[in-house]
Each structure stands twice: as C-alpha cells, then as structure tokens.
C-alpha cells in the first residue's frame, strides 16, 4: 500500500505540532515553577537539619563566651611616632 502525501495532511500534521507544542509550552509553564518552589524547599530543609547537627545542643540558660585568638601576636598598625611640632619662624 503506497499512500501519497497532499497539502491538506501536510497541514494537518503541520497544525498537529503547532498544538502539541503549545500544550507542552502551557504545561512546563504551569508545571516548572511549582517543581523550583519544591526543590528549593528541600534545599532550605537540608541545610536547616545539617546546621541544627552541626550546632552541639544547650540546656536552655547556658551561656558560652567564645573568644576569637586568630588576631592576636599580629601587628594592628604601624610603629607608635611621638609627636614634635616644629615652628617656623
């Protein structure tokens, strides 16, 4: 059986992609911002829960005081010049 291509099936299939597309456009439309919202919430959760492991538990009212060492023994500025005013006459 040999069928023969005419211009009336050429356009069909033609407007049957033009529709196909448009329902996968509308769809990814709708469909890709509640798939980010969703991954991105997961993402907030995973990274709540690893802070939370990483940060040891206190009993309520327990106070740490934690001191950063890494400055000290460094220079802060330059050498200390005493000040002498000079006049000119």
Known sequence: MVYEA???GIIRIILWILFI??????VARLAIPHVVRGAQ???QDEMRRRQEAARPPRR???VRVE???????KDQGGEY?????????
Request: proline residues 0%.
């Open 67 to 73: 001191v950063d060492n890494k400055g000290k023994g």
């Open 81 to 89: 010049v005493d000040f002498v005013e000079i006049k000119e006459d």
């Open 21 to 26: 597309s448009f329902i996968i456009r509308l």
């Open 60 to 62: 309520e009212g327990d």
């Open 6 to 8: 005419s211009l009336s």
């Open 41 to 43: 919430q997961r993402m």
